[in-house]
């Protein structure tokens, strides 16, 4: 095939850069063309032109047409459009973005740059024009849409707060956005949180603890999760917070967070924890809380070389109350009686209900008989005054057992057993008062 003579002149215009023609049209181009003007349906068209659309250069003449076929019909249209404007004005740029069908069938994305050649009355006679394959970064942008498109769906969707952080140049941090969840539970619109940094929303105190986290977040440069507790305008609430860095192309650092609302959680969790350790009845502890305590009592006193007072306290008469007024009123009855071992204890101390009418109490730092003696006597004098149940009062009657650490008992079995065993010998010798299980 003879040499187009479209291409000859296309030499001739760039002969001195010949060279540099050859590099750009075989380096960072995909093609180039050169139209005629004057005869419209002749252009000449680069072999890489041709192979960029899968086709062989030898199979393709230089007419109009050939591309004209395959390019997009709604593309060619706008080109058109575009090339008339160029024409019209030499300042208004030729630059579209069109797409071609690739000789197997798929889509092409060419970035499509051209310059009208003009006579001396400024008539364009030629255009010229270069191809590049930009169809990779479409693809690229494709999926950044799609992944964005999801991440939208995901912030907005969920029934989780999430919230966006760009991290400053000064290493600070500034919220960017917030999803309708977070809006709601917070109370805090978006309009307010915008453009804020932790201390200016949540003030000093709150807001440093929070961009503590953000911190580690960053440092770690991985996701973190942990709990914290918030006092918002929507009301204190417990999160269930993870923070994920995000660290962009540009070098600029984000955070997304994703907060979930455990209050009710953590509420039923406290609940259950407080079911677990408390009498339902008279609210102070239970068994196992009371042996819980009893253990770490004996295992820091140990250390200390200090000595405590275990004491086991059963009710004299309560049996009769319950065959005469009930057991709601045997349930008032222990309800007061579990409230006067309070009074009559410090806070440092521990009551405890471990089974039907039978109470303990663990005194601290009980190094000194008389002291504990105090402590019996007033328990013994509170819990024998006159008890008001709704139609009338009762009187109950208290056989303490006494057993000190380490004197009389090295483990939490045998220390209750011998308090027991003092209280039983106090009821075999008609009930009533207090007795040490050694003196």
Not at 59 to 82: A, G, M, P, S, T
Not at 159 to 165: G, K, P, R, S, V
Not at 341 to 354: F, G, M, N, W, Y
Not at 371 to 396: F, H, M, Y
Request: charged share 35%.
């Amino acid at each position: 095939m003879s040499e187009n003579y479209l291409k000859k002149e296309l030499y001739e215009r760039v002969k001195r850069s010949s060279n540099i023609f050859e590099f750009i049209q075989r380096g960072s181009l995909d093609g180039i063309w050169y139209w005629d003007l004057k005869k419209p349906e002749n252009e000449w068209m680069s072999p890489e032109f041709w192979k960029t659309l899968g086709y062989d250069p030898e199979e393709k003449q230089h007419y109009v047409k050939e591309w004209q076929d395959i390019i997009f019909k709604e593309d060619l249209e706008k080109i058109q459009v575009e090339l008339e404007k160029h024409f019209a004005d030499g300042d208004y740029p030729f630059n579209e973005v069109v797409r071609y069908r690739h000789k197997k069938g798929h889509i092409v994305w060419i970035q499509c740059r051209g310059i009208a050649v003009r006579d001396d009355e400024g008539v364009p006679i030629r255009m010229l024009g270069a191809h590049v394959d930009i169809t990779h970064y479409k693809k690229a942008e494709e999926e950044i849409a799609r992944i964005s498109e999801e991440y939208e769906k995901v912030f907005n969707g969920t029934q989780d707060a999430m919230f966006l952080i760009e991290v400053t140049k000064d290493n600070g941090f500034r919220y960017l956005r917030t999803n309708e969840a977070h809006q709601i539970k917070t109370g805090i619109s978006l309009e307010t949180i915008k453009g804020k940094t932790p201390v200016e929303l949540l003030g000093e105190r709150q807001g440093e603890v929070v961009q503590k986290n953000y911190r580690t977040c960053i440092e770690r440069q991985q996701s973190i999760q942990y709990e914290e507790v918030l006092a918002l305008p929507g009301g204190e609430i417990v999160w269930l917070t993870t923070l994920t860095p995000i660290l962009k192309e540009d070098g600029k650092s984000y955070i997304v967070g994703s907060a979930m609302d455990i209050t009710d959680k953590k509420q039923l969790e406290k609940e259950l924890e407080r079911s677990a350790n408390y009498d339902k009845l008279t609210q102070i502890p239970n068994r196992r809380l009371f042996f819980d305590r009893l253990n770490h009592l004996m295992a820091t006193y140990e250390r200390e070389r200090k000595s405590f007072a275990l004491l086991f306290v059963d009710l004299d008469g309560f049996k009769d109350i319950n065959d005469k007024y009930g057991h709601k009123a045997g349930d008032d009855v222990l309800i007061e009686v579990a409230d006067r071992l309070v009074e009559c204890t410090r806070k440092s101390d521990t009551v405890a209900r471990i089974g039907g009418d039978e109470f303990t109490v663990l005194l601290r730092n009980a190094d000194e008989y008389s002291d504990i003696e105090k402590i019996a006597g007033k328990i013994q004098r509170s819990i024998e005054q006159p008890i008001d149940l709704e139609t009338t009062s009762c009187n109950v009657g208290v056989s303490i057992g006494i057993a000190r650490y380490p004197k009389d008992g090295v483990n939490a079995d045998a220390l209750l057993a011998n308090a027991d065993w003092s209280m039983y010998e106090i009821k075999k010798n008609g009930k009533g008062g207090y007795k040490f299980y050694s003196y």
